[in-house]
């Protein structure tokens, strides 16, 4: 009997020695994909400007001997506008429910741009939260200051590519079928957070 009970927690073992070896392999598979999907992006931001370049020659041999401004007001009436490429310029929001300038998440979530970090102040925020597309939530102070807390829905649920959530404590409190924090899709990191659920599971 005891070389059986050996034999199965070995197995066991084994099991869980595997099913690690295929989360990692997950994970680098998702890490390569993610940069092989940004190099692309990076070639393709090349092609288009030299484009911009080569249009920009075009348009000024088809007017010679014309000053630099016709030939600059020709080329901006032939080509679109497009965004700088680089980095997005994230800006940060402060929530503060007494003295703004967000008095909530959810309104500072509306107003963030992707890679936006909103910064909470300590105090107690009763509100379900749903993240959508990428940013930051940080709480700004000892993470038990600062409490996202709700009854009869999920407390936080994320789906999109990635995102952040720091330094705060999240509570799910009453009775249901609800998450505390609910990943649909997409990587989140938890960093430093308090979880707990009176319902459902904490993540």
Same mark, same amino acid.
Not at 94 to 106: F, L, Q, R
Not at 144 to 167: A, C, H, K, P, Q
């Given at each position: 009997?005891?070389?059986? #009970?050996?034999?199965?927690?070995?197995?066991?073992? @084994?099991?869980?020695?595997?099913? @690690? #070896?295929?989360? +990692?392999?997950?994970?680098?598979?998702?890490?390569?994909?993610?940069?092989?999907?940004?190099?692309?992006?990076?070639?393709?931001?090349?092609?288009?400007?030299?484009?911009? !370049?080569?249009?920009?020659?075009?348009? +000024?041999?088809?007017?010679?001997?014309?000053?630099?401004?016709?030939?600059?007001?020709?080329?901006?009436?032939?080509?679109?506008?497009?965004?700088?490429?680089?980095?997005?310029?994230?800006?940060?929001?402060?929530?503060?429910? !007494?003295?703004?300038?967000?008095?909530?998440?959810?309104?500072?979530?509306?107003?963030? !741009?992707?890679?936006?970090?909103?910064?909470?102040?300590?105090?107690?925020?009763?509100?379900?939260?749903? @993240?959508?597309?990428?940013?930051?939530?940080?709480?700004?102070?000892?993470?038990?200051?600062?409490?996202?807390?709700?009854?009869?829905?999920?407390?936080?649920?994320?789906?999109?590519?990635?995102?952040?959530?720091?330094?705060?404590?999240?509570?799910?409190?009453?009775?249901?079928?609800?998450?505390?924090?609910?990943?649909?899709?997409?990587?989140?990191?938890?960093?430093?957070?308090?979880?707990?659920?009176?319902?459902?599971?904490?993540?």
């Amino acid at each position: 009997d005891m070389a059986a #009970d050996c034999k199965k927690a070995l197995h066991g073992s @084994m099991l869980t020695a595997s099913n @690690m #070896d295929k989360t +990692r392999s997950g994970v680098d598979a998702l890490t390569y994909d993610m940069q092989k999907v940004k190099s692309e992006f990076n070639e393709l931001a090349m092609v288009v400007r030299a484009q911009g !370049k080569a249009a920009a020659a075009q348009a +000024r041999s088809r007017t010679p001997g014309s000053a630099p401004g016709a030939a600059d007001s020709e080329l901006a009436n032939d080509l679109p506008i497009m965004e700088p490429f680089g980095a997005p310029v994230s800006t940060m929001l402060t929530v503060n429910a !007494k003295n703004g300038p967000c008095y909530t998440i959810n309104e500072a979530m509306r107003e963030a !741009k992707v890679g936006d970090k909103i910064i909470l102040t300590p105090g107690k925020y009763t509100e379900s939260l749903r @993240m959508t597309r990428p940013m930051q939530i940080i709480g700004e102070g000892h993470v038990s200051d600062i409490t996202i807390e709700t009854s009869g829905r999920d407390t936080f649920v994320f789906e999109t590519e990635f995102g952040v959530l720091s330094n705060v404590s999240l509570r799910q409190r009453g009775t249901g079928f609800w998450n505390c924090v609910d990943v649909v899709m997409g990587q989140l990191n938890l960093e430093g957070c308090d979880i707990s659920s009176q319902s459902l599971t904490c993540v």
